[in-house]
């Protein structure tokens, strides 16, 4: 397939490295050898192809992402590729400084200021925000087939009143507003001191945005408050900012608990070290 694909964009390459950190889809990064560096991604399957794209058309000129060069829209045996310009830099770490997560929050603003399109259809991006509740419950039962037989009966069962009792004390959502899913340090890309842009849109859709801070919170700004507050700064100067500490602590706790579903669909040996992590957090939060 990668030779397949190397000729189908007339890719002219003299090395090619696979990125290890790419959970939901294979990607490969290609030195040309003029020295240019692309990246070509692969997606699991159609719909994840589907919503990157959509993504890509969306929030061209009006978000920092790679450039979306080409694509490919796949066949019997594959989903489809793109061809991927490079974004320099290297993922964020939580040795930023205040004005990275001042960059952040504005990033993270513009993405969600984004409304569902009126004059097109999309076939992969879908607005859940219509059926919100029902989206965060399908999605956390979902998960919880996965989760049961990894927990103590008593330890599950407390999880699913917890989960249900938290629900029903959430805020109004707010949106429709472009969602990323997967807004976490490895998915954000610095350069020097600068924001370069964000990656990875397998996962979108338009929702509530209070489901899209939670992993940068886990990941990030958890620890230190004047990143935190720099965020947010940053955050409001392109539209208003919810309430988190009305939501964080729900979504902090489904996030621990579908992890652990996400650990068993992939496998809990090699994701040993995420899984142990999230049942430490889940049993703080319901014990």
Not at 194 to 206: A, I, K, Q, T
């Amino acid at each position: 397939m990668l030779e397949h694909l190397l000729k189908r964009f007339r890719l002219r390459v003299q090395s090619i490295h696979e990125v290890e950190d790419s959970f939901s889809s294979t990607v490969y990064r290609c030195r040309l050898l003029g020295g240019e560096a692309l990246y070509l991604k692969i997606p699991y399957n159609k719909i994840k192809f589907q919503r990157e794209l959509e993504a890509y058309e969306i929030l061209e000129d009006r978000v920092a992402t790679p450039k979306m060069l080409d694509y490919w829209d796949g066949d019997e045996v594959c989903a489809g590729a793109f061809l991927l310009s490079e974004l320099k830099g290297s993922p964020l770490t939580t040795e930023a400084s205040s004005n990275v997560a001042f960059q952040i929050g504005v990033l993270h603003a513009s993405m969600h200021d984004i409304m569902p399109p009126e004059n097109r259809d999309l076939f992969g991006m879908k607005n859940e925000f219509p059926n919100w509740s029902s989206f965060i419950e399908n999605q956390f039962y979902s998960f919880a087939e996965d989760v049961k037989g990894t927990l103590d009966e008593q330890l599950y069962h407390l999880a699913i009143e917890k989960f249900e009792k938290m629900k029903q004390q959430l805020p109004s959502p707010d949106g429709p507003s472009f969602i990323h899913m997967d807004f976490r340090p490895a998915n954000i890309i610095v350069n020097k001191g600068n924001v370069s842009g964000v990656l990875d849109f397998e996962s979108v859709r338009f929702g509530s945005t209070e489901i899209d801070f939670t992993k940068l919170y886990r990941d990030f700004l958890d620890e230190d408050s004047r990143l935190s507050k720099a965020y947010q700064e940053g955050y409001k100067s392109i539209r208003p900012l919810i309430d988190l500490e009305a939501v964080l602590p729900f979504y902090r706790f489904a996030d621990a608990f579908n992890s652990i579903g996400w650990c068993n669909r992939r496998g809990t040996e090699k994701n040993a070290a995420f899984l142990e992590e999230n049942m430490k957090k889940l049993r703080e939060f319901v014990l």
